[in-house]
T-cell receptor
Framework: DAMVIQNPRYQVTQFGKPVTLSCSQTLNHNVMYWYQQKSSQAPKLLFHYYDKDFNNEADTPDNFQSRRPNTSFCFLDIRSPGLGDAAMYLC??????????????FGQGTRLTVV | AQSVTQPDIHITVSEGASLELRCNYSYGATPYLFWYVQSPGQGLQLLLKYFSGDTLVQGIKGFEAEFKRSQSSFNLRKPSVHWSDAAEYFCAVGDAGNNRKLIWGLGTSLAVNP
């Protein structure tokens, strides 16, 4: 059974039109992460939530925001997508903060296309 | 600064052949080391991890990796590759100085010839 579920799998949005990607988890993990992965590159951490505490990476553009209304759900909002934001967006969870401490469980990702 | 290097961008092997994917890290203390696999269009799945203890680590899907402190390496191996192993493989280290943030290598793309 899928434990980290991302919807949709594929998303096409217009340049500058706000878009929201969603992630849900059945693991009851405290920590949820959002990564951006461009073609042939390693995942790049955008931010993470530890419970309700939001932790932004220093180099994450302001164009990217996140919400976590409850333990199970986390959303990635891109306020004004540019062509450079086309990428695979990965959601992941772990039981404790610091992805390098415990196994991180990843969703299948959402492939975002900006037209 | 901590870093992870995967020297091979792309590797092609024949089905049934053995495989070794290289990973070198730069890290001051004992690292937490991971190998993740990403099938095309999919998320990442943990293959194995090393935190401490036995330096030869067994993972899922028949993979193993050996931590060699003297060489700062954590190479991934499989004795006999299957066509379904074709994927992108990422090595990562947990940075203890940064709340164990994962530092990723750039990945090695594995192709398997029938």
């Amino acid at each position: 059974d899928a434990m980290v579920i991302q919807n949709p799998r594929y998303q096409v949005t217009q340049f500058g039109k706000p878009v929201t990607l969603s992630c849900s988890q059945t693991l009851n993990h405290n920590v949820m992460y959002w990564y951006q992965q461009k073609s042939s590159q390693a995942p790049k951490l955008l931010f993470h939530y530890y419970d309700k505490d939001f932790n932004n990476e220093a180099d994450t553009p302001d164009n990217f925001q996140s919400r976590r209304p409850n333990t199970s759900f986390c959303f990635l909002d891109i306020r004004s997508p540019g062509l450079g934001d086309a990428a695979m967006y990965l959601c992941a969870t772990s039981s404790r903060p610091g992805q390098g401490r415990d196994e991180a469980f990843f969703g299948q990702g959402t492939r975002l296309t900006v037209v | 600064a901590q870093s992870v290097t995967q020297p091979d961008i792309h590797i092609t092997v024949s089905e049934g052949a053995s495989l070794e994917l290289r990973c070198n890290y730069s890290y001051g203390a004992t690292p937490y080391l991971f190998w993740y696999v990403q099938s095309p269009g999919q998320g990442l799945q943990l293959l194995l991890k090393y935190f401490s203890g036995d330096t030869l680590v067994q993972g899922i899907k028949g993979f193993e990796a050996e931590f060699k402190r003297s060489q700062s390496s954590f190479n991934l191996r499989k004795p006999s590759v299957h066509w379904s192993d074709a994927a992108e493989y990422f090595c990562a280290v947990g940075d203890a100085g940064n709340n164990r943030k994962l530092i990723w290598g750039l990945g090695t793309s594995l192709a398997v010839n029938p």
